[in-house]
Each structure stands twice: as C-alpha cells, then as structure tokens.
C-alpha cells in the first residue's frame, strides 16, 4: 500500500493479512471484513481468538478476512523503542496499573510522557504521519478490489465501528451490508472543540460505560446468593455499599491476595479490563463477571485482616493468572498496542495538549461520569496525546449521512467500554440506520453472546433484512 495516498507512487508500506475461509465452500458468498478494535488491534492476532463470535452462516457462507491496520504489529509497524523490555522500563513507575495515581506518580508522569514522546518522534519514521482512520479505509477499499468483491460487506467492532463509518462516507457507492457493534461515534471522535479540555474518552463517555457496567455487576451479584456470587451481600444495594466501602478502604492501604497487591488504583484498572466479557474466557485473558466477584471478595476478606494478606482458592488464583496476562489480553495480542493506539487516537482526535491538566480532568470526569473512579484510567489512557509529534496527514472529518443503504448497528445496553449512548449517537449521525439492542453488560456483542443478536446477523449479512424497529435481544448466559 502506499504510504501517502497523495503519492500513490512513491513510498511503500506492507500490510500482514489474515482470512478464515467459508466452512461452507459450496455456498460461499463473498467476503466479510472485520476489524480487531482499539485502534491499534491487531488482527492477526485477535481474529484467531474472536472468530468464535461470528453468527453461524457468516462463518458457513463467507470468508471472514482482516489485517493489522497501517504501524500496527506485523504490518508496517511504529517502533518507538528498541524492545518491549526499554518501554515496559519507562512505564515501571506506574506499576502493573498502567497508569499514574497519587500526587507522587502524577508529578513524574509529564517527564516519562515527554520521553515516551520524544522516543516516538525520534524512532518512528515516517509511518507516525499516516496511520490515520481514512487511509486505513483506503487500504480496506483496495484489498476488496484485490478480492473482487463489488462492494465491501463490513462487520465493525468497537473502533472498527468508526472505521466502519469513515469507510461508508467515504466509499458510499461501494458499501454493501455493514453491521457496527459497540460504536464510537464520529462526531465525537473529531470535536476539536471539546477535545481542547477533554480527550476522546471523556467525549464517548467510555467512564461511564465502565461506571454502569460495574453497578450491573455488582446488582446482579447482589440479587443472588453467596453460592452464585460470593460477593453479594444480600441485596443489590448492599452489595454496592460493599464495593464502595471496599475502595474506600483501599485508597488508605494496600492488599495482598495471593501475591498480588490490590490498592484503590490497581481494583479500578483490574474491574474495567475483565468488565468486558462476562463470561470467562482463558483463552484471550477474561475471568468472566463471577471470576470478578470472587478476587473481589478475597480483597475484602484481606482488607478486614491485621495483615492485609489472603491465600485465594484455586478458582480465584486460576483467575489472577488469567488476568496477569495482561489487561484481559493475551501477551501476543499486547504487543504493540500502546503505539498503535496512540498512532491513531493521537494523530488524528484531539486531546488536551498539556499533561499537567489530565490529573484534574480525570477527578471532573468522575464526577460527572463515574463516582466509582473510573474517570482515572480511561483519562490517563489519552496521556501520550499530549505531547504526540505525529499528525495524520489526512484526516476524514464528515460529513457522516451519506450511506445509500441501511447500517445495522448493535448496542449493548451496559457496554463497558463503548456506552450505549454512543450506539444512540452514531444512529443519528449516520442518519439511515437500525438499531438492534442487546440487554446486559460487558464489551460489544461479538464478546458476549447473544444467539438472538447471531439471527439478526445472519439475515442482514445474507439478505440485507433489518430486524424490526426496537427490538431487543437477550444475552445467551447470565454471569451469575
């Protein structure tokens, strides 16, 4: 692919691909891209894992093909640092959290920042410059021309709903039936003007995803027993009175479950990672919504003992384990993901430019999106867009109605990541779409499951049909 679409000719970049071919060859009926999310998700290594959660007759009838988007893994990639181990070294004072917390750690962020930012400019070649949403559709448009497909049918996932719908504006004459599932929406990501005060996190309200993720968690753990969910406490409301006194208890001391330390910081980052599957998964990292319950009454256990220490049962050391891989992400699909997020997210949408500010914005967006704090990682996780270099030389930034043809767009109710406010959002944006509503909580219904949601898929992807206006489809299994 050309690294700059204005020269065609000029230099080059690779991108690595990956297809899954029809298990039904003799009804084959086309290909389906799909993209890993992020931004910055690499596909050859997350398709492997998420395949499982296409409906069935896109698997039977349709290739299902994707790569790693420009500066992302194993296509031509960002390198800011000569090895994972010098950057995981810069980053060692925020701890396993992965971000800063408490005036010590606020007040080293800027200069680690301003070094992860000057390795980045230094190191990453011209790729930092072209790494932008729209020329990723651009590669997407040319690799269905390699494929002969008329028109792109497209299955867009978290980010890749945004990617989803800079493709159809720009290519509207070329989109065929394009489903987006947890959605980002696109006025949004582009608002310059907010963006001077609040990053992109803040606008799509992804703390307030995580926020109302928590308290279903926590209700449905509450309206069972100890039996189904340990930590429940009799009540849905006792039970988030619970949680709550459990992080208040953890901003003044730090627990120990099984050699894991759990401060107020480190529960925060640990619940929005596994917040986004609820069932388990050991597969990609996820411990499930139960698997949550679990370590969070061992920490409350420890938090109530003189030696702030527990010894976990084998299910919840299993869970730490999982979950020690990484977010909730396995080591192969972490990889890279910092500077292929911040390729993307920080060439391209705006966010305040001085670091010095973030700490105050994270406390304004608790207040205003999540009392339980989760305003603290989701801001921080824009940190490197302060003083990021790069800029991406051509940026899509609407119109967004322009689709000749119907979008199917899916909305979890408590997404944890993308809030369904976005889904409302997007639908008005794009202006010709159907809204298909999954109850429950966790990350996009690709991840949680609904045969329901699989359906509806199948008939949109093979015949173009829309399920009715405001239907609702339940989640195949309760976490609890």
């Known amino acids: 692919m050309p690294l700059d679409y204005d020269r065609p000719n000029g230099q080059q970049i690779e991108l690595s691909l990956i297809r899954k071919l029809a298990a039904d060859p003799s009804r084959r009926r086309g290909s389906v891209f799909w993209n ?10 997350v398709l492997p894992l998420l395949y499982k959660g296409f409906s069935p007759q896109v698997k039977a009838r349709f290739d299902v093909v994707s790569f790693d988007p420009r ?67 651009r590669d997407m448009d040319r690799l269905r021309q390699a494929l002969r497909e008329p028109k792109l049918d497209y299955y867009g996932p978290s980010y890749g709903s945004y990617l989803g719908a800079t493709y159809i504006n720009l290519f509207p004459r070329r989109v065929g039936r394009v489903l987006l599932d947890g959605n980002v929406p696109p006025v949004q ?9 609040e990053t992109l996190f ?23 027993s100890t039996a ?53 998964d050991a597969q990609i990292g996820f411990i499930g919504w139960k698997g949550i319950a ?8 420890a938090s109530k003992t003189p030696s702030g220490t527990a010894t976990a049962s084998r299910g919840v050391r299993r869970a730490l384990r999982s979950a ?9 699909v972490q990889q890279g993901v910092r500077e292929g997020t911040d390729g993307v997210l920080c060439g391209e949408s705006p966010s305040p430019r001085d670091i010095r500010t973030y700490g105050a914005q994270a406390r304004r967006v608790n207040k205003q999106q999540s009392p339980l704090g989760y305003g603290y990682p989701w801001t921080w996780l824009a940190a490197g867009c302060a003083g990021w270099k790069g800029v991406n030389q051509d940026v899509y930034r609407g119109p967004w109605n322009k689709s000749p043809v119907p979008i199917l767009l899916v909305g979890t109710l408590a997404d944890s990541n993308t809030p369904y406010t976005g889904t409302l ?29 699989n359906r509806y898929a199948d008939a949109f992807f093979l015949r173009g049909a829309l399920p009715p206006k405001g239907t609702v489809c339940s989640q195949d299994k309760q976490p609890f």
Not at 213 to 221: E, I
Not at 426 to 436: E, S, Y
């Open 36 to 45: 890993a999310g992020g931004p910055g998700g690499a596909a050859t290594a």
């Open 71 to 137: 500066g992302v893994r194993e296509s031509t990639q960002l390198q800011c640092f000569a090895s994972a181990e010098e950057e995981a070294k810069l980053f060692a004072p925020f701890g396993p959290k992965g971000f800063p917390y408490g005036a010590a750690e606020v007040a080293k962020a800027p200069g680690i920042f301003r070094k992860y930012n000057a390795a980045c400019a230094a190191n990453g070649g011209p790729i930092q410059n072209h790494m932008g949403t729209a020329d990723v559709a």
């Open 189 to 197: 990501w582009n608002d310059a003007k907010a963006g001077r005060s």
């Open 202 to 224: 803040a606008r799509i309200q992804s703390p307030l995803g995580s926020e109302l993720g928590m308290r279903l968690l926590l209700t449905r753990c509450g309206s069972v």
């Open 228 to 280: 189904r969910c340990s930590f429940s406490a009799g009540s849905p409301r006792a039970t988030i009175v619970k949680y709550r006194a459990l992080l208040k208890r953890l901003k003044t001391r730090t627990v120990t479950v099984s050699e894991q330390p759990f401060d107020y910081a480190y529960t925060l980052n640990f619940t929005l990672s596994m917040l986004q599957s609820e069932q388990p």
């Open 294 to 301: 679990d370590v969070l009454q061992e920490v409350d256990t």
């Open 324 to 332: 020690a891989k990484g977010g909730g992400l396995a080591p192969e």
């Open 425 to 453: 959002r997007m639908a008005r944006q794009l202006g010709n779409t159907r809204v298909l509503t999954e109850r429950g909580g966790g990350h996009t219904a690709q991840i949680n499951q609904s045969a329901c949601i």
